[in-house]
């Protein structure tokens, strides 16, 4: 199983947790917002990671 799809999975059970939601829904809407903003970031910037990675190990 590659990398990305464990983070696929490990986010997949993060949302799916019925604690984190029932904690989300107690926060305003822009929280909610802003948390999704951030979680998609961090998402967007571990992938251009990998991608950097992978490349170093094909120019070797």
């Known amino acids: 199983m590659t990398d990305l799809s464990n983070a696929r999975n490990s986010r997949s059970v993060v949302t799916g ?3 984190l939601k029932k904690l989300m829904t107690s926060y305003g809407v822009d929280q909610q917002v ?3 903003h951030l979680q998609a970031e ?6 251009q990671q990998q991608l950097l990675k992978q490349q170093r190990l094909v120019l070797r």
């Open 17 to 19: 947790d019925p604690q």
């Open 34 to 36: 802003k948390y999704l």
């Open 42 to 47: 961090v998402e967007s910037l571990w992938q």
